[in-house]
């Protein structure tokens, strides 16, 4: 690989970091910057590396030894491990800088910071020297981007106020929801803010799935109420339920007022039941069928992607109404099962006659009854013999494990 002396920022977020022997470290999350008095260039302090169990390090560039356009590659020494915390008058460039509004000083227009190139000097030293500005474009066209030298514009050393977050959010594409959510902590308060804002329904839902609940609540505070309650019908039912579980009847009740008829009345249902039940862990939409059902319908049914794998590993058949709470429960069929059937072949035919949960089963029979039979999810069935919903396994470890068990997790 060629060693390179300006790398742009955007495009070494994700990279793998090594050490000199060639074992991976980790990869860059995000680059740390020492903002300048008047129009100086910001000195590049270091990385922010996340190695194993998401736990996020500082890496000082004086341990960088190359920057190539595939790895970023460690000088020898040992890594502080201990968990990064950005300290007063640094800056994160990717969570920060990004997407700030800033004036091009030659024509006096506005324009919004897109990318940073960070440039080494010849004393080894590494500073932000270029910036990537995207002017406002007209409707449905983008406006003319511009690479500009660091005292090319003006705004940067200023506090900021409506900071967007298109260009944070692009760069953190390729993140799955719980790494996003632990980025998002990583965040200062009022940039995690400004970033939930930007985000979509359904991609904030996932989010805050991930997030400690004081998390949850702080975020979904945020938003104004029509915008809560559109996040909270794209969760699923069990993760909105245990969300409002913990605001205050008023608000509760607001938001579940501001949600879809149809998509509040299984997040209702889930409210009922105390949530160490299997009443409570359940999500009331798993894959149902009637027993007309054949197998090649079962097995697309579970093909949809926004299927868990637990929920997917099993479809559960019953009489209609095919909507929680069903007809009776007849009983369910293992995904393992159906793929060595004919696809013609009946779901009533191949179903197994496992002895469901209650809604009132506590947490410890629920655990005990997984173990014995290597389970990963299990139907509950109330008293008149309809299905109300499923547990999934990791419904039950998320209340087994410690309550900050997400943030221990970060911390690591």
């Not at 910001?42 to 004086?62: D, H, K, S, T, W």
């Not at 910071?113 to 960070?118: E, K, S, T």
Request: aromatic share 4%; with cysteine.
């Amino acid at each position: 690989m060629t060693t390179v002396t300006r790398a742009y920022v955007s495009r070494l977020a994700g990279l793998p970091v090594f050490d000199p022997n060639g074992d991976r470290v980790g990869r860059v999350r995000d680059v740390v910057v020492a903002l300048r008095v008047g129009t100086a260039t910001p000195r590049v302090l270091g990385l922010v590396v996340e190695v194993v169990a998401r736990r996020r390090i500082f890496v000082p560039m004086g341990r960088v030894t190359s920057v190539d356009p595939g790895a970023v590659v460690l000088g020898s020494g040992t890594l502080n491990l201990k968990r990064f915390e950005q300290r007063r008058g640094e800056t994160l460039v990717l969570g920060e800088l990004l997407d700030r509004t800033v004036t091009i000083r030659e024509s006096g227009r506005p324009g919004t910071v897109v990318d940073a190139g960070m440039e080494q000097t010849r004393t080894g030293e590494w500073q932000i020297t270029r910036l990537a500005v995207q002017e406002p474009g007209r409707i449905g066209r983008r406006g003319q981007l511009h690479q500009l030298a660091w005292d090319e514009v003006s705004g940067l050393a200023l506090p900021e106020t409506g900071q967007g977050a298109e260009t944070l959010i692009a760069t953190y594409r390729e993140l799955n929801a719980a790494d996003l959510a632990h980025a998002l902590q990583d965040l200062p308060i009022k940039r995690r803010h400004e970033v939930a804002e930007a985000l979509d329904d359904q991609r904030l839902a996932d989010v805050l799935g991930e997030l400690p609940e004081a998390e949850q609540i702080t975020i979904l505070g945020t938003l104004e109420e029509a915008r809560a309650a559109d996040v909270l019908e794209e969760m699923d039912p069990d993760d909105a339920a245990d969300l409002l579980s913990e605001l205050s009847n008023v608000d509760r009740n607001r938001l579940l007022e501001l949600m879809e008829p149809g998509e509040a009345e299984p997040v209702r249902q889930l409210l009922q039941y105390t949530e160490d039940t299997a009443g409570g862990l359940m999500t009331s939409e798993p894959v149902i069928l009637t027993p007309d059902a054949t197998i090649a319908e079962a097995l697309a049914r579970v093909r949809e992607p926004e299927l868990t794998p637990a929920l997917a590993s099993q479809v559960y058949v019953c009489r209609p109404p095919s909507a929680t709470p069903t007809g009776r429960y007849l009983g369910l069929a293992h995904i393992q099962r159906l793929l060595r059937e004919p696809p013609s072949t009946l779901v009533s035919g191949v179903l197994d006659d496992l002895e469901p949960l209650q809604p009132g089963t506590p947490l410890a029979e629920v655990t005990h009854y997984f173990a014995t039979y290597n389970l990963v999810a299990a139907p509950v069935v109330d008293e008149q013999g309809r299905l109300v919903g499923a547990v999934s396994v990791d419904d039950v470890l998320d209340h087994l494990l410690p309550e900050d068990w997400r943030e221990r997790a970060r911390r690591g």
